[in-house]
């Protein structure tokens, strides 16, 4: 079996800048700024307006998108840190366990961006909605390619916290994670 590279698998380059292009700063590192840049990111302060579902509850307390993937990154940030320090003296010496905690705290965070209000639910109407629309005649599909059509005929919220994360200017291996 080949052991991890994790030099390169935490390499802290931004999906496109060259790698080794990231300086190394004293203070903060790539990967807590990707935190900071998930924590203001207009898309995960609205997951504070998409509903967590929990069917059948005992009380009508209303668990947020936000306030989930919240909880997951404190969940995330400990087992982060436990695993790190296992794996101590395999990490490149820049990276810590505590930066392994912050790392995966951070792909907690960002998991749920771009997914819909009322989670597998959601995803289901959204896929049978579009799905009555391809076999109507209403034309409201003509304009797509075949592979629009079919993402939206297969739709899949986490797919789409990947195509957000980009746009954030996160790590690469931050965009691995979310």
Known sequence: MSSMSWERLLEPSRLHDAPGAA??????TPFHKDHDRIVFAGSFRRLGR???VHPLTDNDHIHTRLTHSL???????????????KLRDR???WITPADLGVIVQTGCLGHDIGNPPFGHAGEYAIRDWFAAEAASDHGRLD???????????TYEGNAQASGS?????????TVACA
């Not at 300086?23 to 903060?28: D, L, N, S």
């Open 91 to 93: 990490l490149p010496e």
């Open 23 to 28: 300086p190394r700063e004293m203070g903060r």
């Open 165 to 173: 994360s980009p746009k954030l200017s996160t790590t690469s291996f």
């Open 143 to 153: 304009g797509l390619s075949e592979t629009e059509r079919a993402d939206l005929l």
């Open 50 to 52: 998409k509903t967590q």
């Open 71 to 85: 909880e997951v990154g404190c969940v995330g940030r400990s087992l982060g840190m436990m695993v790190g320090e």
